[in-house]
């Protein structure tokens, strides 16, 4: 029999929802626009991250994950599952963005993890080699690296794509995930998981996001090569490749009016939740569950059957 609740006040009895039923927001969103990079804090609504229907085995205990861009929208979501499956957990997030930052360390606490938040520029070579040493430090070791933080801006036309936007979505969506890498790897041993954050960008190209869409199909080629090269010593390399999700890097990017509609052309008629995507962090993370899988490409895509 179904459980039931009873309301107060008139005693009324009323069925308590069942797991799963919760309503994902579908658009028109309100319409806004923040400046770059956006804060979680301020988009409406909020992105849901929290994921309430997730039952946690301690798939991560005593593990230590490192991710980059985890104040915020996917890299948030992946840090709150990490801490609820057993993890600590490390984060990078830019000092604009502290507000989603405290948000997150208090989450991620919350859920018997200990939290580490590392503000600075991934842009910036000695950042990223201090990102690793400041976990490995502070948490006693390293086991999972997520590389998620991310750079996009629209452009209509190819001729008004600057050399400077080029180098510098470059420079957070590329060099940084290279970098973290060469930082991480003295601390990964057998039965350690590298996960990237591609996009269906990258896959089957996006017109107003040349650069965007360029550094992503990148990193689906790094992550296969990368496998490639780490699988004798241990190290399993995955990406994961969302389509659009209801994260702070869409109302810094598009103007309000198209904000408004983000995600509405999918199957689904809606954008992910970053609670959506997380879980398929946690399965590149567990050796219990991926042991056998390195250099995939996971498309999480709303309904969308075909990619490239």
Not at 10 to 16: C, E, I, S, W
Not at 106 to 124: F, K, P, S, V, W
Not at 178 to 190: E, Q
Request: a negative charge.
């Amino acid at each position: 029999m179904p459980e039931i609740q009873r309301e107060r006040g008139n005693g009324a009895p009323a069925r308590r929802k069942k797991s799963g039923e919760s309503r994902k927001p579908k658009p028109p969103f309100p319409e806004q626009h923040q400046e770059k990079p956006g804060i979680e804090a301020e988009l409406q609504p909020r992105p849901k991250y929290e994921a309430p229907n997730y039952k946690a085995a301690g798939k991560l205990q005593g593990k230590v994950a490192l991710i980059t861009g985890g104040d915020s929208g996917i890299g948030r979501a992946v840090g709150l599952l990490f801490a609820r499956e057993g993890a600590d957990v490390a984060f990078t997030y830019l000092p604009v963005e502290q507000v989603d930052a405290d948000e997150t360390e208090r989450a991620i606490e919350e859920a018997g993890g200990q939290a580490l938040a590392l503000a600075g520029d991934l842009t910036d070579p000695e950042f990223c080699k201090h990102a690793v040493e400041a976990t490995v430090e502070s948490l006693g070791r390293l086991d999972i690296l997520v590389n998620n933080a991310a750079f996009q801006q629209h452009v209509k036309r190819p001729e008004d794509l600057t050399d400077e936007q080029w180098q510098h979505t470059f420079d957070t969506n590329v060099f940084a995930y290279f970098r973290m890498v060469k930082a991480a790897l003295p601390h990964l041993g057998k039965g350690s998981a590298i996960i990237n954050t591609g996009s269906i960008t990258g896959l089957e190209g996006s017109a107003e996001l040349l650069d965007y869409s360029a550094t992503k199909g990148a990193i689906h080629a790094f992550t296969k090569t990368l496998a490639q090269n780490l699988v004798e010593r241990g190290i399993r390399v995955n990406c994961v490749s969302p389509g659009p999700v209801w994260t702070p890097l869409n109302p810094s990017d598009s103007p309000a009016e198209k904000v408004a509609h983000f995600g509405e052309d999918t199957p689904m008629k809606r954008p992910a939740q970053p609670e959506e995507i997380a879980p398929a962090y946690v399965y590149f993370a567990s050796s219990a569950d991926s042991s056998y899988v390195t250099g995939e490409v996971l498309t999480l895509l709303g309904g969308e059957t075909t990619a490239g």
